[in-house]
């Protein structure tokens, strides 16, 4: 299996501008996670998905972050309008099943300037 | 709600020394626990997990933890650190649908 395909690997752009994270799973995992990292906060989780379905997204910073998952092998994350303080390191990991082992992405690295 | 603590920020070891990463957690149940470790411009990968059973768990690269519930611990151990293990680890605990991670270990091994 190829793992989990974030895209894109480095996205830089200005303040104002939308920006769109895409993640492709591993085939046959339930379970799809987008986190966020920064020198500051760590790891933190914005939102996960079940079969598809958004199930907490307590962490979405605010409503300028907003995810989607149309099917089972496609998620977005989306940021409208971005702003510096955004900027971190975009991760999307798959699970199996509920509490199981995460596969990580490698990451969108998001630069707004 | 589910937490995780890494009391270590950094920790630097001589190569060929031993390491321990500490871990504490707080969950209401029992935990299934984690070690992750990143390598600068990589995502996570798991090191080992305990989910029941055996409370010393094995993993890859020759670590291992140790689940231990009076402490609330599940602390990294490697007898002999090796250069490629310079790296940031991160104590994770999940088990309700979600996982959390610790603010993460970055280990520096010197020569």
């Known amino acids: 299996d190829a793992g989990v395909i974030q895209s894109p690997r480095h996205e830089v752009t200005e303040m104002g501008q939308e920006v769109t994270l895409r993640c492709k799973p591993i085939s046959g995992h339930d379970y799809l996670f987008w986190y966020r990292q920064t020198m500051m906060r760590g790891l933190e989780l914005l939102i996960y998905?079940?079969?598809?379905?958004?199930?907490?997204d307590s962490g979405m910073p605010e409503d300028r972050f907003s995810a989607k998952m149309p099917n089972a092998s496609f998620s977005t994350l989306k940021i409208q309008p971005s702003e510096p303080r955004d900027s971190a390191v975009y991760f999307c990991?798959?699970?199996?099943?509920?509490?199981?082992?995460?596969?990580f992405g490698e990451g969108s690295r998001l630069t707004v300037l | 709600a589910q937490s995780v603590t890494q009391p270590d920020i950094h920790i630097t070891v001589s190569e060929g020394a031993s390491l321990e990463l500490r871990c504490n957690y707080s969950y209401g149940a029992t935990p299934y626990l984690f070690w992750y470790v990143q390598s600068p411009g990589q995502g996570l990968q798991l090191l080992l997990k305990?989910?029941?059973?055996?409370?010393l768990v094995q993993g890859i690269k020759g670590f291992e933890a140790e689940f231990k519930r009076s402490q609330s611990s599940f602390n990294l151990r490697k007898p002999s650190v090796h250069w490629s293990d310079a790296a940031e680890y991160f104590c994770a605990v999940g088990g309700n649908n979600d996982m959390r991670f610790g603010a993460g270990t970055r280990l520096t091994v010197k020569p």
């Open positions: 998905f079940n079969n598809n379905v958004p199930i907490d």
């Open positions: 305990y989910f029941s059973g055996d409370t």
């Open positions: 990991a798959s699970s199996r099943r509920s509490g199981g082992e995460l596969f």
